[in-house]
């Protein structure tokens, strides 16, 4: 069955009542989250976990997408609104788009972030239907040594491009492989890092892991910082734009997307690069060159474009492979893994009508989203007014309920809060917690493929370099580690 036809099947399951619900609740959880600075999508999901394990995979899955979405169209209001981004891919919505609400074009603002978010949504998930499962059948010739290095090179890239510096990634992603291998080893039998404790022979739940890297250590280095509120620039009158806006605005939606999808898909994508390569481009080729830095219109609308379409960019790795390269995906793919499904080549051959009931509620929730933000952008303004103590207190209370929701009892809870301390330690450091999870989901496989590549091999080491691709993988690898490390020496020999 052709993608066209699975998709019109995926939108008969993904319309069912039941289903509109929870992608109802996701994209609205999911702006609100994204419009509230500190939060963000990954957190959010991972907060979810343990209360969704008792939903059917379809229904939690179109949550989780929901909020995914819904966070990416949220964090443009809190950038707009009060200059500091609901998640980092609003950055760049925060410079040009701050200055207009200033301006008093904030209602303007607000809606081509708003109607350039579901029109690049909706182009890049079209591209991902008919890209996805092609992009799969491609994968499924992998061997064991072509996904080594596939895996490889998510280490290096994520520890190196969502790090303050290549050595934190580094360190954040050994902290995360360290975490994978308490338990015992499959193929010997023995216990790894258990320390005599019994609850640690099975492993650590990726879900504490998450949890308390993400919400715990969060809201604790949040008190040890100290918290300050910026001001909220209000909102006047409603988000609707001008002809001149939308003659400004088309193109660079258009040109946002063709930057953000194919960036996104790229195991070494994600958000941010897209972003900013937009707003670089827009402020290069504009009429307006004097509005940019007081207040552009095209300097939102690219970047949130791109924003939206790397969102489901990202979605092609995560779905056909199984490389999350953002945080968010990260945990994404650990919804999937808690509901028995790994994301990979299989996944459309053996889950082909749920995948393709994901795909089908991103374009119901991309419409969802627009109906939302546009009439309601007031509402999700004043959520900025919402004090931080009071957001940081739910979501301790929400980790710890989570937690115990799942089943975890003490040493659960224990291990949480322990884990949680250590997420502290990173924030404090500025070592991004991303590399970790991606390493502590990703480092169990890595270490079945690379077992499985020596065994076939009789432990020859030769064979990871065996085929064209392998080798090609492992050159893209040692240029992802490299170049930002040669790049920024090149820079602060330029300074001195």
Do not use: C
């Amino acid at each position: 069955m052709d993608s066209f036809s699975m998709l019109l099947d995926g939108f008969a399951a993904a319309a069912t009542p039941t289903n509109l619900l929870f992608a109802l609740i996701g994209v609205t959880i999911g702006t609100a989250v994204g419009v509230l600075p500190g939060i963000g999508p990954a957190l959010t999901v991972a907060l979810l976990l343990p209360l969704t394990f008792r939903l059917e995979p379809d229904a939690a899955l179109i949550l989780f997408a929901g909020v995914y979405y819904g966070g990416m169209y949220g964090g443009s209001t809190s950038a707009i609104l009060l200059r500091t981004p609901g998640e980092s891919a609003s950055m760049v919505a925060a410079l040009e788009g701050n200055k207009m609400a200033r301006a008093g074009r904030a209602a303007s603002a607000l809606a081509t972030a708003a109607i350039g978010s579901f029109v690049a949504g909706t182009i890049a998930t079209i591209l991902l239907t008919f890209v996805a499962q092609p992009f799969a059948e491609v994968a499924v010739k992998f061997t064991p040594a072509d996904y080594v290095a596939l895996m490889a090179i998510a280490f290096v890239t994520v520890a190196s491009l969502l790090g303050a510096s290549p050595l934190k990634g580094i360190a954040s992603l050994v902290i995360g492989l360290t975490v994978g291998l308490v338990g015992i080893e499959a193929q010997s039998g023995q216990s790894r890092l258990t320390f005599g404790v019994p609850t640690l022979l099975d492993g650590i739940d990726v879900v504490i892991v998450v949890i308390a890297l993400f919400a715990i250590g969060e809201v604790f280095a949040h008190a040890l910082r100290g918290g300050g509120g910026g001001t909220v620039t209000p909102l006047r009158g409603r988000a609707v734009m001008t002809r001149q806006d939308w003659r400004r605005s088309w193109p660079a939606w258009l040109r946002g997307t063709a930057f953000g999808f194919p960036i996104g898909a790229l195991p070494a994508g994600g958000a941010e690069i897209p972003t900013f390569l937009s707003y670089a481009t827009e402020r290069r080729i504009s009429k307006h060159k004097d509005e940019f830095g007081h207040g552009a219109i095209e300097g939102v609308a690219g970047p949130e474009a791109a924003n939206n379409a790397a969102a489901a960019g990202v979605l092609v790795p995560l779905l056909t492979i199984g490389l999350p390269t953002s945080a968010t995906a990260a945990v994404i793919l650990t919804a999937f893994q808690s509901y028995g499904l790994q994301p990979g080549p299989q996944l459309f051959s053996e889950s082909g009508p749920l995948v393709y009931a994901l795909i089908a509620s991103l374009f119901i929730g991309n419409l969802m989203l627009l109906v939302l933000n546009l009439p309601l952008a007031r509402v999700w303004a004043r959520l900025l007014q919402i004090p931080a103590y009071g957001i940081y207190a739910g979501i301790l209370v929400f980790a710890t309920l989570g937690t115990l929701a799942s089943g975890g009892g003490f040493p659960d809870l224990l291990l949480l809060y322990v884990i949680g301390l250590l997420g502290v330690l990173m924030a404090m450091a500025d070592v991004p917690v991303a590399p970790a999870v991606v390493g502590l989901i990703l480092g169990p496989l890595f270490e079945t493929q690379l077992q499985r590549t020596l065994l076939i091999s009789e432990g020859d080491l030769t064979v990871l370099l065996d085929s064209t691709l392998s080798k090609v993988l492992w050159a893209i690898a040692v240029a992802a580690l490299v170049l930002p490390i040669l790049i920024g020496w090149l820079r602060r020999s330029t300074r001195a």
